[in-house]
């Protein structure tokens, strides 16, 4: 057993928990290291959607639209007015990738990409027998307005050009497949190839099997920096002061990345985009029992049904790395929700949260071997589709560790950003 590699996992979120998963499938002797608990940031927070095949937040018209925006803290998108030159900068480049052809060049990344996705949820679902209320035929992006319909229909248009096979119905259609929405809804796109599921459910289940696989999960440790020698890295410093030595080091620690890569020269272009929900009860004068997950298009809101709740969840905020929540953005989703169902009652939300997800400058995932460095990869930047790409980024991470590459990941690796 001494010939197995040592691989230290940092940051314990799906992407994290996803590769320790893999290596450890694969035969590699793995450590993860979680500053606070598994699954604590985005990875458990999220709206629990598996959605694939949709083209990126860079769009053409897409900085025109953040600009009306930016200084609404209750619109979609807000952007904290501040100085900070690394936002600025990123705003910057996130601009350059707005364009049509860079949407064709994402999809023809991410298409492919969405389809191993749901292939690596059938497999590890299956293989560990995770029960985490995982529910095929996909969700509903309804509309309120025609505005919301054009949108919806041109991404649909985008989306069925890439093997994908969107379904646009009416209003009628939309109520008869969730009686719970209301008679404004004026249309809607069924997503079919997508999935949900109870990510907090997921993630301690997949820990599990990773620990029987024998990864050893360190919760409440930090760590403070990279040890190298001689330009390769080999292990971490902890904030406790421990060093803990490696063969390979694994970075999957979200928007946080930026600090531990800086010292090798290289600036991950990645800046914290702010998510936030509200799980209501379903009952009297709580949530409806809705049928399907729904999107909201207009307030980019997700409605999940997930065991006794609804979470709803959305919106982007640019503020940087803090955990403050705004109320004013948490009300944005209750007011989307009441607009949209209405059933829906008063009662307080269960829980309340606020995560942050790395949201890379081009929109594409950032995953594979940090330049000019020996045996450090990162694996970051993928937005809103941590969740999406868990399990698809653990193969492709433990794929680049014990064989020395994966095809799927030749445009997504940080090497494009040298």
Partial sequence: MTDRPHVMIVGGGVIGISAAYELARGGANVTLLERREVGAGASGGNAGTIAVGHPPLNRRGRIAQAIRQMTDSSSPLYVKPRLDPSLWRWLLGFARYCTDAHVQHCMSVMAPMGRHALEAFDRVLTEERIECAYTPGGYLEV??????????????????????????????????????????????????????????????????????????IRSGVEV??????????????????????????VLA?????????????????????????????????????????????????????????????????FSGENDVMRPQRLRQLTTAARKAF???????????WCGLRPMSVDGLPIIGPVPGVEGLVIATGHGMLGLTLGPVTGEIVARQ???GFDARAEELLPARFT
């Fill in 401 to 403: 560790v014990l064989e």
């Fill in 253 to 317: 620690t979200g928007p946080y990345s930026r600090r531990l890569t800086y010292p090798f020269g290289f600036r991950v272009p990645i800046q914290p985009g702010k998510g936030y929900h509200r799980d209501v009860d379903i009952g009297p004068n709580g949530a409806p029992a809705l049928r399907i997950a729904s999107v909201l298009a207009e307030h980019s809101v997700f409605c999940t049904p997930m065991d006794t709740v609804v979470r709803f969840a959305g919106t982007m905020e």
């Fill in 224 to 249: 403070v920096d990279l040890t190298q020698q001689s330009g390769r890295v080999t292990g971490a410093k902890l904030t406790t002061g421990e060093t803990i030595e490696a063969d390979t080091v």
């Fill in 342 to 352: 209405p059933e829906m009652g008063t009662a307080r939300p269960k829980s309340e």
């Fill in 143 to 216: 509309c309120s307005t025609e505005s919301g319909m054009d949108g919806v229909r041109h991404e649909a248009e985008i989306i069925q050009q890439h093997g994908y096979e969107p379904e646009l119905i009416d209003g009628d259609e939309v109520r008869r497949r969730e009686p719970a929405l209301g008679p404004d809804r004026i249309g809607a796109v069924h997503h079919h190839e997508s999935a949900t599921l109870i990510p907090s459910l997921f993630l301690d289940r997949l820990a599990a099997a990773g620990e029987r696989r024998g990864v050893q």
